[in-house]
């Protein structure tokens, strides 16, 4: 027999992260969607495990272009997106060794280079910022003043509630099993039922390629690298609120307040399987040790750790764009470790994309362009 139709909508999102859920928010006014998650919570994988920052300085130039951006969307959603503000207050403070003195001024070169106002601080500055770091650590550093604090929460609820407000379904527990293209639709196979659409989303985080093999589509060998995280407890600083995050020059060390504890993390880049990532004792360890090292943290107890899966395309920026032989699959993919900061224009950039209008002119005022994304540039080299 042949299962019922679930549903027979425009466009289907597979993956309700940051990825899929701004995709639908933004795509929803103008078709009719799905977002299917296999997972009970949205956000249940990466979206839900990242170190939430927003700075324009980081990653490379189209990065920090889809950061510029989605600015505005976080100072000023539309009313009602969310209860309170999307950003708060942070800092990014890159420090360093006297021997790491180049890199500072690399970093602070680059970062000036998109735009981004950036200090280079004496040693007394930067201890009088983050009063935890050894005087041999701090000799130096950079801040980005105006990077900020995301509530993911808030966020990704945002989207949702407004996707499904602009009449998108959001269907949790269901997972993607196979996808079959046949006469100008796809066929979806679910456990809940079949579904169809005119344009399969993919948006999967660690699994986009593994969804692209579902649906005959050739993968783009996205690397999904691990990454830890710890909240910890520590005897001193206790009213270190207002630190910037600090972040070690060679990026092997990051941490920052989180209510009256310290997240941290050892930058880690751990080649995975695409699945539920579990912290290693291993990273954690390391962890502790570095903290030792560049602070006098008293570290007292690991409240939580976590570890979560940043997934990049080779070049390591993000995909967007519709697979060059097979036109109604979109890869919306490759978020890295900045899907949180490029959510807002990542969101408006594919809903553009798909129903084949023009870029939002916030987007093209930043220079980004649709060939920066798009699949086909990661296809040399991939079998
Ligand atoms: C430790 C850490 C720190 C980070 N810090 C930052 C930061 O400071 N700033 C920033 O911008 N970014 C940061 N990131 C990166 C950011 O979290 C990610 O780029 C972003 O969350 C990726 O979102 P996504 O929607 O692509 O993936 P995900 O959130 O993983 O969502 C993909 C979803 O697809 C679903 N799915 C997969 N296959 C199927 C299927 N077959 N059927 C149905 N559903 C399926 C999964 O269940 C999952 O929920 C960090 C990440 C980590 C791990």
């Known amino acids: 027999m042949t299962p019922r139709a679930a549903a027979d909508v425009d466009v289907a999102i597979v993956g309700a992260g940051i990825a899929g859920a701004s995709a639908a928010y933004f795509l929803a006014p103008q078709a009719s969607v799905l977002l299917l998650e296999r997972e009970a919570q949205p956000g249940y994988h990466t979206t839900g495990r990242s170190a939430a920052l927003f700075s324009e300085a980081y990653g490379n130039a189209t990065v920090r272009a889809l950061t510029r951006a989605s600015r505005s969307f976080f100072e000023s959603p539309p009313e009602g ?11 990014h403070l890159l420090f360093g060794r006297a021997d790491q003195r180049i890199l500072l001024e690399e970093a602070a070169t680059d970062m000036a280079a998109t735009g981004t106002r950036v200090q280079m601080l004496p040693g007394a500055r930067v201890r009088a910022l983050v009063p935890a770091l050894r005087e041999n650590h701090a000799h130096a550093g950079v801040l980005d003043a105006a990077a900020q604090d995301v509530d993911v929460h808030a966020l990704l609820q945002g989207f949702l509630r407004g996707a499904r407000a602009k009449g998108a379904r959001v269907v949790t527990g269901v997972e993607l099993l196979a996808a079959d293209f046949s006469a100008g639709r796809w066929r979806l196979a679910t456990r809940d039922g079949e579904y169809s659409a005119g344009v399969l989303v993919d948006a999967a985080g660690a699994w986009a390629d593994e969804v692209a093999r579902l649906a005959g589509v050739r993968p783009l060998g996205l690397q999904p690298l691990r990454r830890t995280a710890v909240v910890f407890e520590c005897g001193r600083h206790t009213g270190a609120r207002d630190w910037p995050m600090a972040v070690s020059a060679d990026e092997s060390l990051y941490f920052r307040p989180e209510a009256g504890n310290f997240l941290a993390s050892p930058a880690d ?33 690991i409240n939580a750790k976590w570890a979560g899966l940043r997934t990049f395309a080779a070049d390591r920026s993000l995909v967007a764009g519709l697979d060059e032989r097979q036109r109604f699959f979109f890869w919306l993919a490759g978020q890295g470790g900045y899907g949180i900061q490029t959510a807002p224009a990542m969101g408006m950039l594919a809903a553009a994309l798909v129903t084949g209008s023009d870029l939002p002119g916030a987007i093209r005022d930043q220079g980004v362009t649709p060939d920066l994304l798009a699949p086909l540039r990661l296809r040399s080299g991939v079998a």
């Open 269 to 301: 880049e751990t080649l995975s399987v695409p699945c539920d990532a579990q912290p290693e004792e291993l990273d954690v360890a390391m962890l502790v040790e570095r903290l030792q090292a560049a602070t006098s943290f008293d570290i007292r107890r």
């Open 81 to 91: 997106f969310a209860d309170a503000p999307l950003l708060a207050p942070r800092g």
